[in-house]
């Protein structure tokens, strides 16, 4: 199929190497230069998305790339989604829409009946694009799995775009990661790399420079870029869980302090980044083997791909005992989607929609009872709160349904009926709205609860994009952006 637009995909010698951001910092950056720029990502691994204008579901670091980008969300940025639910398997999306689950072997075997969906994205996108940033996913020399790939080379292949090979230097070994990728391409797949960036230096880059001369000699990749440490990057949403293993170790400082327990299935997890974002909160996320903190302000229950493995798990650190002991200390406790979920008295799983298990206990701090059954809720939602009437945006992702006298007393009043829960004052809340802390009325309103009197400052909304502006910035200073423009194909 003919291609009326230019093309670029950024692949990584790994995961967690910066291609998400880099893809974000490019898309506002051509956008400002007056191109009608999208992103793009054939197939993501996320427990952490976004509902889009069809009422399917994405990857969250498309959501983020499209915002770069001034476009509202569509599934085309992100054809296929894989959502974790196990250490092997998983839920499938294919263009927004969930169509089982299945374990890694047999995905593997399912991936090349999903190339063609995946071009299809990629063209539908273009018939409104001057320039498409592809983002690779993971390595792209998992050579092991190339003969069914479709997130990598073997998409680049199928529709024809050049590639640019990203390398993180803060994890060190960036000159053997860029060479050693190169070395196990095959011939073909080497001369669809045209270049490469080095993200997240720290330092004096002229102390880099006689390294350039060495991946020149060795593999005759072109540098378009030694990309210094982006700080601010951490004021962006992230993908990935494993941006999580730094949360908190940054911020050691707040007069508010909210425990999130980090549960194995953790999803939605941006929903913290506005509270992490106010000077005068920390976010303390608790790992496995830590006992919440007795001096929490706020217990946080985050959203779950797997309301009762994560419920078990809650249990077995004996996360259960330290949230009862900090209720009756007078604590707050805030549950958002499966964490909201976890609050009531019992959770059902009649069709098995998570695993064998077919209910549970939940927490008892509301009384309610959440049943899991279809059809998934995905959808926008806009409302008003009942701590001040402010409103509230964002959208709701869930399987399940909660009912119960603790019903009677909503948080909000969304799409024009009552959600969630506010208990006792509100000290106990619950909600299926992700994004309730984005806006930064409600946000204030809730942490003026927990110290009377404080004064806010903080425009989240406009601090993200004031951020992607920045990035922009630092892309077009450090990286020679017209070169990249040209090679795009």
């Given amino acids: 199929m003919a291609k009326s637009f230019k093309s670029l995909m950024l692949q990584g010698t790994g995961s967690d190497v910066g291609k998400s951001l880099l893809v974000a910092g490019l898309c506002r950056a051509y956008v400002r230069r007056g191109l009608k720029v999208a992103p793009f990502k054939p197939q993501n691994m996320s427990n952490n998305a976004a509902v889009t204008i069809e009422g399917g579901e994405i990857g969250r670091a498309q959501a983020l790339q499209a915002r770069a980008c001034g476009l509202d969300l569509t599934v085309h940025m992100n054809p296929v989604l894989l959502k974790p639910q196990t250490d092997v398997g998983a839920q499938v999306v294919v263009q927004g829409a969930v169509i089982g689950n299945c374990s890694a072997r047999d995905y593997t075997k399912m991936k090349p009946s999903l190339m063609p969906k995946v071009l299809e994205s990629f063209h539908k996108l273009g018939e409104t694009a001057d320039l498409i940033l592809v983002e690779g996913a993971g390595s792209a020399a998992e050579v092991n799995l190339r003969a069914s790939d479709i997130a990598n080379m073997g998409f680049a292949e199928a529709a024809d775009v050049p590639v640019i090979l990203i390398g993180d230097i803060d994890r060190g070994g960036v000159i053997a990661s860029l060479v050693g990728t190169h070395v196990l391409l095959p011939r073909a797949e080497q001369d669809r790399l045209k270049g490469y960036l080095i993200n997240k230096f720290r330092g004096d880059v002229t102390i880099f420079e006689p390294a350039l001369d060495i991946i020149r000699e060795k593999c005759g990749l072109k540098s378009f870029g030694v990309v210094p440490f982006f700080h601010k990057a951490a004021l962006l949403p992230d993908e990935d869980a494993m941006s999580l293993d730094q949360r908190g170790k940054d911020q050691a400082t707040g007069s508010i302090k909210i425990v999130v327990p980090r549960f194995p299935r953790i999803a939605n997890f941006d929903d913290l980044d506005p509270l992490r974002a106010e000077a005068d909160v920390f976010v303390d996320i608790v790992e496995a083997g830590r006992a919440l903190p007795g001096d929490a302000d706020v217990i946080l229950l985050p959203g779950s791909k797997a309301t009762l493995s994560d419920l078990a798990f ?145 425009s989240y909304e406009q601090q993200i994009d004031q951020v992607l502006d920045q990035l922009a910035d630092h892309l077009e200073e450090y990286c020679d952006l017209d070169g990249l423009l040209e090679l795009a194909s």
């Fill in 314 to 458: 809650v249990r077995e650190q004996g996360w259960d005992i330290d949230i009862q002991a900090h209720v009756r200390r007078g604590g707050h406790v805030v549950g958002l989607c499966g964490g909201y979920q976890m609050m009531g008295c019992k959770v059902y799983d009649p069709d098995g929609i998570e695993g064998p298990v077919t209910e549970m206990d939940g927490l008892g701090l509301l009384d309610m009872e959440t049943v899991l059954k279809g059809p998934k809720t995905l959808r926008a939602a806009e409302g008003v709160s009942v701590l001040d009437d402010s409103i509230v945006r964002g959208y709701e992702m869930h399987m399940g349904v909660s009912e119960g006298p603790a019903r009677q007393s909503p948080l909000l009043t969304l799409n024009g009926e009552d959600e969630g829960v506010y208990h006792d004052h509100g000290r106990l809340i619950g909600s299926y709205l992700h994004g309730l802390f984005n806006e930064d009325a409600f946000r204030n309103a809730y942490l003026s609860t927990l110290r009377e009197g404080r004064q806010a400052a903080l």
